[in-house]
């Protein structure tokens, strides 16, 4: 039986990358409803302001993750930006719960992306907030790079 499968679904969120130096990945599965599975592999997902955080139960969710509506979607159509419970295993739970206690930890989404089993997960990643001069020196690093491959073609 053949899959419905499409590996060129991914979304980064460049900004992570810029703003916090990630220290450890996690993938995570994402709890979505059905209009937003079919919003996801029609392109309508934004994860740029997105942050995890805690709950009172020690459940996992992602806010600020916008996932458009779906357009034929009907009065059951989704809220873009509601809360969504992240599914980790309990001990991985209870590594980042640990260290998101101390201080200076985030978790940021990362990527969202389509497995090879046609699941839409997401990777997190445990980081901890640049500093401005750290970001000065990723604009440096990012400018030199593109400095030299320019000159590569010529």
Request: hydrophobic fraction near 30%; glycine fraction near 6%.
């Amino acid at each position: 039986m053949a899959q419905n499968f499409e590996p060129d679904i991914e979304y980064k969120n460049r900004k992570a990358s810029f703003e916090y130096h990630l220290e450890k990945l996690y993938e995570a599965g994402i709890q979505l409803t059905g209009t937003e599975v079919k919003s996801v592999r029609h392109g309508g997902v934004n994860m740029g302001d997105a942050y995890c955080y805690f709950t009172t139960k020690s459940e996992l969710l992602i806010r600020k993750l916008h996932i458009s509506e779906y357009k034929y979607g009907n009065d059951q159509n989704h809220d873009p930006l509601r809360a969504r419970k992240l599914l980790l295993k309990k001990r991985e739970l209870k590594q980042l719960q640990k260290k998101v206690k101390e201080r200076g930890f985030s978790i940021v989404p990362v990527r969202l992306f389509v497995n090879e089993r046609g699941l839409i997960k997401i990777d997190i990643a445990l980081a901890r907030g640049k500093k401005v001069y750290d970001k000065r020196d990723s604009i440096k690093k990012k400018d030199q790079k593109r400095d030299l491959q320019r000159n590569l073609k010529y």
